[in-house]
């Protein structure tokens, strides 16, 4: 038992130091992030608004005395708001309610896409690095080569000083890779909020095949349109009074204590004032019509760019795998034959080299930015990870 017990401890210890799944990853970044701790506030506060709303103002208690004759005086008043103000106060706070919980998934979504981001500019400085000290570690084996045919005369020395410099250049971007590589980790462990051992390994399938109608930018900007909509009835409600209804108990020395019914309304004259409200509120809601429109044009461009960048990136990748270094590996090998046989230059075989080197980076570039164009179009259309977390907030009210 004491051995189990031993074994259990071992794994909370160092079981953390493994490689988490992105799905891991996604809920510790929720749970720390400052901007959905904000955004998931501020959802809640909606969710009691509305609660707050709907219901009749406060009653008024009043009471008097009369010095002579002795007389006093207790008074109840209940003032009732005209039909449709309190109706309509509700559904704007329930509309608000809502807009709070797209604005959460969003700022979801944005959190997410950093993520996938990061981790796919992690694993291409991986292979990056990976290139380099290959590319490097094959400079190395031509510079012994090549400073053994200068000794023995078969070589010149514009070559060495050539491979040298190479050889400086790669260890000078070697470096500066593994220093980007520590400035993206530091980002990606304030993102996730916690210090993490490696990157998953595994990553979900990006899915692209959304519409921009489930765009949280554009439900956002509809709402807002609504609660404009709404905010117009309330100002022509507003030329309406409210009414007062009341009693007051009257306790005289006499026995004979009288009730007195009242009414009461608070009077709209102030006219001036109710008309520039109304036409305040018909400008708010018309520029919000219009923000519709702005927002879905922006919408339909980045979806545009970013379905040509996918586009273009794929057939960059497929020509460069495919192709091109096939090519350069054939050319690779026709040089190095021709410069053993002192039928070509060094610098000719070194350019060779490095073409394969070049396109090698080229390759993961593509792939890096494939991955980063379809997790931006997954967030453009809402269908992230986080797609879910709407309805889940709303289901928990």
Request: glycine share 4%; proline share 3%.
């Amino acid at each position: 038992m004491k051995k189990i017990l031993i074994l259990f401890c071992f794994a909370l210890v160092f079981g953390q130091n493994g490689a988490l799944e992105f799905a891991e990853i996604l809920e510790l970044a929720k749970r720390n992030n400052p901007k959905i701790l904000s955004e998931k506030a501020k959802t809640k506060a909606a969710a009691e608004h509305i609660r707050a709303l709907g219901v009749l103002p406060e009653p008024q208690l009043s009471a008097g005395y009369f010095i002579e004759p002795k007389e006093f005086r207790l008074g109840l008043m209940q003032k009732l708001p005209w039909f449709g103000k309190l109706s309509n106060q509700k559904k704007i706070a329930v509309l608000q309610h809502e807009q709070s919980i797209l604005k959460f998934w969003k700022t979801e979504l944005e959190l997410e896409q950093s993520i996938f981001s990061t981790i796919f500019e992690l694993r291409f400085l991986d292979e990056k690095i990976q290139i380099l000290e290959d590319n490097l570690a094959l400079i190395l084996q031509i510079e012994h080569v090549v400073q053994t045919a200068y000794s023995t005369g078969k070589s010149h020395h514009s070559d060495v000083i050539r491979i040298a410099i190479e050889r400086e250049k790669l260890q000078n971007e070697i470096q500066k890779a593994t220093d980007e590589q520590s400035v993206k980790w530091f980002d990606f462990e304030l993102l996730i909020g916690e210090k993490i051992s490696e990157i998953p390994k595994q990553i979900p399938r990006i899915t692209t095949n959304g519409t921009l109608e489930n765009n949280p930018t554009h439900r956002i900007a509809e709402i807002e349109k609504s609660i404009a909509e709404l905010q117009t009835k309330l100002t022509n409600l507003a030329f309406f009074p409210d009414v007062a209804l009341g009693a007051d108990w009257i306790f005289t020395d006499g026995g004979e204590n009288p009730i007195l019914a009242k009414i009461g309304l608070n009077l709209p004259i102030h006219f001036r004032k109710n008309i520039a409200q109304k036409k305040k509120a018909l400008q708010i809601e018309e520029n919000k019509t219009a923000e519709i429109f702005a927002n879905w044009d922006k919408l339909k461009s980045l979806e545009k760019r970013l379905e040509n960048k996918i586009s273009d990136t794929t057939n960059d990748k497929t020509l460069v795998a495919e192709t091109l270094i096939p090519l350069a590996k054939e050319h690779l090998h026709v040089a190095e034959i021709g410069f053993l046989a002192g039928e070509i230059s060094f610098s000719d075989y070194l350019d060779a080299q490095k073409t394969i080197f070049d396109l090698q980076l080229n390759l993961s570039k593509s792939q890096r930015d494939l991955n980063i164009s379809q997790s931006k179009l997954a967030e453009l259309f809402g269908s992230g990870e986080s797609k879910k977390s709407k309805f889940q907030m709303g289901e928990k009210k």
